[in-house]
């Protein structure tokens, strides 16, 4: 009992902490549109220079494995939380 009242206190004060860290911080968070520009580039030498044609099927199997992982991950978390025996 004491133990379990002493890692939620530890918890809660760690908590704290990260909260009172993350508040004070000052972010910045403006953009300019330079960034685009370079992305534009990028993205027009790497079309240029990767044939994407031949390289399509390979995105899509990986992005599609990929998915399918995640699909199964969640199902699985979702059967654990709630059991469904029949």
Avoid at 37 to 66: E, M, N, R, W
Avoid at 67 to 74: E, H
Wanted: hydrophobic share 60%; net charge positive; proline share 3%.
């Amino acid at each position: 009992m004491i133990e379990t009242i002493f890692r939620c206190i530890i918890i809660f004060l760690l908590i704290v902490v990260i909260m009172t860290v993350i508040t004070s911080a000052t972010v910045s968070f403006n953009l300019g549109t330079d960034y685009m520009h370079a992305l534009t580039i990028f993205l027009y030498l790497c079309y240029k220079f990767f044939p994407f044609q031949k390289l399509l099927p390979l995105i899509v199997c990986s992005i599609s494995f990929t998915v399918f992982k995640i699909t199964v991950s969640l199902i699985k978390a979702v059967w654990e939380i709630f059991p469904l025996r029949g």
